[in-house]
């Protein structure tokens, strides 16, 4: 058994390659074999026996792709009952591909394996110790945060494209072979769901401008293999989804944790409004990416990549709560880290809280825009989350420029 020194700067067991299957069974069937027993119960309308989750996400991504190999327009694809659109760029669409092949319900069993598989690999490079602690944690995760639990529940994509970020960004182990340049994973990211395009920012912030220029090279060489196959579909996504026509709930909903739709909520829903929220939104990525860039070069790596995480949280005009992933990576900074300080521990660590409990969909009413009519309590509790988010960001900033003024000070006297 050999040790190595994680990203978070501990000395952590490494079992090693003697038992791989082993290793492999005890870091993530716990977690698979919870997650497929409560899958049924996570989203409305599950089945429990015969085992009939609704995976109504992976519905519209298995409809989509079953549309485009039919010839027909995957923007225009709903799924039954739910009526869900597709709403991704057509690369994912494209590489979902293999949706098409096998019956639905052997797909549920694979995807969720693969969500537990991202789930375990982005701790175990955040820095938590290998084997049965892996496991053990690897369970409470799916139990207690509710934007893994429910990301499992609907079939979602959001701890997969996490993973290829973390994967880009923390490696293995110190000296870990890259197969690929550093740098396409997070192009690939941001190819299938935009706002992991933060990274590629934080990335040349950071001094790593060879990660930063391979993810953009890696995210328009992605869309274009997309446009290749769905050329049309491609200049529908850019001039239309894109720009907010999605299709889906307004920013208003109560599940949408964006600083968007804290706007929508407090102030109101005009087109004046909406562009300011935008403003604050895009100022907020680009000062966490700066924040977050000055905590890599500290070597506190874990906290600025799940800073920059939460940022595309807040950035994005609409993030449901189950985009909310990048709990777990804070969640271990949080606990791991070595260098921040207290107050920092105790905000981060308020927010991974919260937004694990999920309060809001939980005892606000919602649907048919009860938001407009909120009292200040249930005002309160809508929005904390993203307020939370804003305000360790916005601390973060006031202590990074501080510092600098004292440091300024110093040097002069």
């Known amino acids: 058994m050999t040790q190595h020194t994680s990203a978070t700067g501990l000395r952590i067991s490494d079992p090693g390659p003697r038992q791989p299957v082993l290793r492999w069974v005890v870091e993530l069937l716990p977690a698979y074999l919870v997650a497929l027993a409560i899958l049924p119960w996570v989203i409305a309308h599950g089945v429990a026996w015969p085992w009939q989750p609704s995976t109504i996400d992976l519905q519209v991504y298995v409809y989509a792709v079953q549309d485009m190999l039919a010839g027909k327009d995957i923007y225009a694809t709903t799924t039954p009952f739910w009526n869900l659109y597709f709403i991704y760029p057509p690369i994912a669409a494209v590489l979902m591909v293999p949706l098409a092949v096998g019956p639905y319900w052997l797909w549920q069993l694979i995807w969720t394996f693969l969500l537990i598989w991202a789930q ?84 040349f912030l950071a001094g790593r401008k060879r990660v930063a220029w ?31 026509n999605t299709r889906t709930a307004s920013p208003l909903y109560v599940g949408n944790q964006s600083l968007l739709g804290v706007v929508y909520r407090v102030i109101g829903e005009t087109t ?40 595309t949280c807040l950035a994005s005009p609409l993030s449901w709560t189950h985009h ?32 694990s409990v999920c309060l809001p969909l939980a005892v606000l009413p919602y649907g048919g825009d009860p938001e407009r009519s909120y009292t200040f309590g249930q005002q309160v509790i809508a929005n904390l989350g993203p307020l939370m988010g804003l305000a360790l960001v916005a601390a973060l900033g006031w202590q990074m420029v501080s510092a600098r003024r004292r440091r300024e000070v110093a040097a002069v006297t």
């Not at 880290?337 to 937004?355: E, H, I, M, S, Y």
């Open 214 to 244: 391979t993810a953009v090279i890696s995210f328009f060489a992605f869309t274009a293999f997309g446009a290749i196959f769905q050329f049309s579909q491609t200049w529908q996504f850019w001039f239309g989804l894109s720009g907010g």
């Open 120 to 203: 375990q690999s982005v701790m175990k490079r955040c820095g938590v110790p290998r084997g049965w602690v892996l496991g053990l944690i690897g369970v409470a995760v799916v139990l207690a945060m509710e934007p893994i639990r429910t990301t499992l529940g609907y079939g979602q994509v959001n701890t997969i494209l996490m993973a290829l970020v973390v994967a880009d960004l923390l490696p293995d182990r110190p000296g870990e072979k890259r197969r690929i340049p550093q740098g396409t994973l997070i192009g690939l990211a941001a190819a299938i769901k935009l706002t992991p395009a933060l990274f590629a920012v934080f990335a």
């Open 324 to 355: 909310h992933v990048w709990v777990l990576p804070m969640g271990v900074a949080v606990v791991l880290g070595r260098n921040l300080p207290r107050w920092v521990r105790l905000l981060a660590g308020a927010w991974v809280v919260w937004v």
């Open 272 to 311: 004046a409004l909406t562009l300011l929220g935008l403003a604050i939104s895009g100022l907020v990525a680009l000062l966490g990416a700066v924040v977050a860039s000055q905590w890599w070069r500290a070597g506190e790596k874990v906290f600025a990549v799940a800073l920059v995480g939460l940022c």
